[in-house]
């Protein structure tokens, strides 16, 4: 998915998760009010979500990123934050630094391809069915945000991450398994527009 250096598997790993991300906006074909399978967000929310809850974890680092610009399509609202965010990672030394997390001891580029990646990615899945895209993970991928899913517990259903599991019957796919366990129905289809 994306052509980054990869002396640095972690900014590897995360560009990967952001141009996954940037491809189902490019999908998107500016639908930004479309709802969503988040309860009460609009694709143009989900994209908020995702820019803010990054600017808020590294400026709590002391990771100063550029103002936003007001009134942007949020397409370009991500593209100008993900390059921001891209370039303040592979600067000397950031993505290595170390601080106490959730979970304990972590590093920055480690949190943003396990959570801030995982949340690009799981949201990437939302904005995609909310603007009738199909969105395919490889099993790889699928085996991959499982496990970080495991690592957090019963953290994964704490305040603001998780909804409870939905419950599938039937032959479900590893992904859809995975979604469901995640507190979404991969069945949702956005509901027609009023006229």
Do not use: K
């Not at 980054?4 to 900014?11: F, G, I, K, M």
């Amino acid at each position: 998915m994306t052509n980054a250096p990869t002396e640095n598997p972690q900014l590897a790993r995360f560009a990967d998760r952001a141009a996954r991300f940037t491809a189902v906006l490019q999908g998107a074909a500016g639908r930004w009010d479309a709802v969503t399978p988040c309860d009460g967000w609009t694709v143009r929310d989900v994209v908020d979500h995702v820019v803010e809850t990054q600017r808020d974890f590294l400026t709590r680092h002391d990771l100063p990123l550029p103002a936003r610009t007001p009134d942007q399509d949020p397409a370009a609202t991500w593209q100008t934050h993900r390059a921001a965010v891209e370039a303040l990672l592979a600067g000397e030394g950031v993505a290595a630094r170390r601080y106490d997390g959730w979970f304990g001891p972590t590093t920055i580029g480690d949190t943003m391809v396990d959570f801030y990646g995982w949340d690009l990615l799981v949201h990437g899945w939302d904005v995609a069915r909310a603007t009738g895209q199909e969105l395919v993970w490889p099993d790889e991928l699928v085996a991959d945000l499982e496990a970080t899913a495991d690592g957090w517990g019963d953290s994964l259903y704490g305040e603001g991450i998780c909804r409870p599991p939905v419950e599938l019957t039937g032959d479900a796919t590893p992904q859809d398994r995975l979604l469901a366990r995640l507190g979404r129905d991969p069945r949702w289809t956005a509901p027609e527009p009023v006229r």
